[in-house]
Structure formats: structure tokens, C-alpha cells
């Protein structure tokens, strides 16, 4: 017997369940005074704010060493909830909802050895979820924004603001849409 195979599903909105985590967004261990911020907003078709999205983001640590450290998901020992990080570990790794008005925001430290964090979301309308970069560069002899013209090559690299923060909007689709990977 052979049966065909079951069609896509829309992503959710189903986040607010077990993904996102207490701390989610606070990659960098507590008070390190090398910490960049990164924010932005989830942004639609038709340019509206997408409040129920969830944005994850990994990169190597400041040494280039892509190991990350365990952390993201502690459980507490007597009731089992998830507490989340313990402030002291970089993982490279954060998972972060979009709030009412479609921003997230991630802490983190200055990626190692490329000069992007990767970012995949999570949206409601979206069979499978997307991947991004978020550049703190406009890096001249990278290969994916060498290979791109002008306008696309901008929806990668967040714009610098306030020291050491970095704003980056994801735009679904439409105008300005935000360049997306595809992995085989």
C-alpha cells in the first residue's frame, strides 16, 4: 500500500507554546562589555507589522569557534520549567517572538571570523520558515553580496544606530523584500 505524501501546512501562530524561552534573546552572558544589540521588525506584503512572528539567529563566537556552549534550555531541577539561560554562557544561539508591534530584539556579542548573524523566521502564511543574514558590515569580497545588485544587497546589512546596536527590518515579500537563502 502507498499512500501520497501530505501537503504543506502554514507555520503557525502557534509560538507563544514551548519555543520561545525566558531569556531567549540575551546571547551575550550578562553585562559583557562587548554586547552589540540587534533589533529590527517583521514586516508583511503589504508592509505591516507581523506580531506574531519568531526570529532565531546563530552565529560563531568572537573566536571564530562554532561550538556554542549548552545553556539555552535549562529546566528548573524541582518543577521542570524551562528557566531559560543562565546569563554566563555565549551558545550562539537566540530565539526571540516579535512583540505586538512586529520588533524583536537580540543581544548578543560580535560574530567571529564572518560579519553576519544567521536568521531564520517563523511566521503565520509561511509553509516553511526563511533565512536570512543580518550583516553589521557591508563586507566588499563577500561572495553572497558580491553576487547580488545594489537594491537586494542592502535588505542584508543592518543599519548602524546608537553604539554598539544595529537595526535590521525582515520584509517577507514586496517591495524591499528581504533577500532569503535556499538550502538544498
Known amino acids: 500500500m502507498s499512500y501520497a505524501p501530505t501537503p ?85 544561539f537566540g530565539r526571540v517572538p516579535t512583540d505586538a508591534d512586529g520588533h524583536f530584539t537580540v543581544r548578543t556579542l560580535p560574530p567571529g571570523g564572518v560579519s553576519y548573524i544567521a536568521v531564520a523566521v517563523f511566521a503565520r502564511g509561511l509553509l516553511h520558515h526563511l533565512y536570512t543574514r543580518a550583516y553589521l558590515v557591508d563586507e566588499p569580497g563577500d561572495t553572497l553580496l558580491g553576487s547580488l545588485d545594489p537594491a537586494r544587497r542592502t535588505t542584508l546589512i543592518a543599519r548602524p544606530e546608537a553604539s554598539h546596536t544595529y537595526r535590521f527590518d525582515i520584509r517577507l515579500q514586496g517591495e524591499g523584500e528581504t533577500v532569503f537563502l535556499e538550502f538544498q
Do not use: C, K, M
Not at 56 to 83: C, F, K, M, N, Y
Open 8 to 92: 504543506s501546512q502554514t507555520v503557525g501562530p502557534f509560538y507563544g507554546y514551548a519555543l520561545p524561552f525566558p531569556r531567549g534573546g540575551e546571547v551575550a552572558p550578562t553585562g559583557h562589555p562587548d554586547t552589540i544589540t540587534l533589533h529590527g521588525y517583521v514586516y508583511d506584503g503589504a508592509g505591516n507589522p507581523v506580531p506574531d512572528a519568531l526570529v532565531e539567529t546563530w552565529q560563531p563566537a568572537p573566536d571564530g569557534s562554532r561550538t556554542g556552549a549548552p545553556g539555552s534550555l535549562r529546566h528548573d531541577p524541582v518543577t521542570g520549567e524551562v528557566i531559560g539561560r543562565d546569563g554566563l554562557a555565549f551558545t550562539g
